[in-house]
C-alpha cells in the first residue's frame, strides 16, 4: 500500500521568509496529491492540490511541485505571515483511501 | 451549504464503556471517511462509507465499527474503551469515493469529536 513520509516535522521561519515541506510516496501508481491546512483547533482544510499531468501549481503565496520520477511533492509558501502558522499535511491516494503525511508545523515568528 | 456536521463535540468517558459518534455530511455527498488524529500520529484511516457499504477499514481492531445510513449520514462505535483510544476523531465526506490512485475529489472535514478516555 501507499507509504507517505512528510519532512521536516516541525519548522519555524521568521515572518514574510519562504517555508518549504517536502513529502515522499512510495505508489508509482498515485496521481493526485492534496495539502491540507489545520489551525490549531479547527478542522483541517484543502489549500492546494496538484495533479501527475502537471510539475507545479501556484495559488497566490503558495505553490506545490510534483517530481514523479522521484517520487515527492513539495509545498512552497512565499512571503510567510503569521496565519500560515499551522500544521500542513500532505496527502496521497492509497488503495481505496487517502493517505496522509505525519504532519508539519509551521510557525511563523513576527 | 451547511458544512460536515459531527456530534458530539467533546465526550468523556472511562474504560470499557462505549461511545457512537455521528456524522453528518454535505448533502449530495455520498462518500463518508472517518480518521483518528492524536498527537504524533497525524490523521490514521479508520473507514469509509460509500452508498450504506464499508469500502475500506484501516488498520485498527473490531472495537472500531462504522455504519452509513440511507441519507449518508454515518455512525461509528468504538466498544470497550481503552485509554489509547483517546483522540479527535475526524469524519471526512466527498462527492464520490476514494479511487485507487486517481481520486482527485476534495475531503471536506469536520471539526472532530475529541474523546477523552479515563
Known amino acids: 500500500g501507499e507509504n507517505v513520509e512528510q519532512h521536516p516535522s516541525t519548522l519555524s521561519v521568521q515572518e514574510g521568509d519562504s517555508a518549504v515541506i517536502k513529502c515522499t510516496y512510495s505508489?508509482?501508481?498515485?496521481?493526485?496529491f492534496p495539502w491540507y491546512k489545520q489551525e490549531l483547533g479547527k478542522r483541517p482544510q484543502l489549500i492546494i492540490d496538484?495533479?501527475?499531468?502537471?510539475g507545479e501549481k501556484k495559488d497566490q503565496r503558495i505553490a506545490v511541485t510534483l517530481n514523479k520520477t522521484a517520487k515527492h511533492f513539495s509545498l512552497h509558501i512565499t512571503e510567510t505571515q503569521p496565519e500560515d502558522s499551522a500544521v500542513y499535511f500532505c496527502a496521497a491516494p492509497g488503495g481505496q483511501n487517502f493517505v496522509f503525511g505525519p504532519g508539519t508545523r509551521l510557525s511563523v515568528l513576527p | 451549504k451547511a458544512g460536515v456536521t459531527q456530534t458530539p463535540r467533546y465526550l468523556i468517558k472511562t474504560r470499557g464503556q462505549q461511545v457512537t459518534l455521528s456524522c453528518s455530511p454535505i448533502s449530495g455527498h455520498r462518500s463518508v471517511s472517518w480518521y483518528q488524529q492524536t498527537p504524533g500520529q497525524g490523521l490514521q484511516f479508520l473507514f469509509e462509507y460509500f452508498s450504506e457499504t464499508q469500502r475500506n477499514k484501516g488498520n485498527f481492531p473490531g472495537r472500531f465499527s462504522g455504519r452509513q445510513f440511507s441519507n449518508s449520514r454515518s455512525e461509528m462505535n468504538v466498544s470497550t474503551l481503552e485509554l489509547g483510544d483517546s483522540a479527535l476523531y475526524l469524519c471526512a465526506s466527498s462527492l464520490d469515493p476514494v479511487v485507487r490512485a486517481s481520486n482527485t475529489g476534495e475531503l471536506f472535514f469536520g471539526e472532530g469529536s475529541r474523546l477523552t478516555v479515563l
Open positions: 496538484i495533479r501527475s499531468n502537471v
Open positions: 505508489d508509482s501508481a498515485s496521481n493526485y
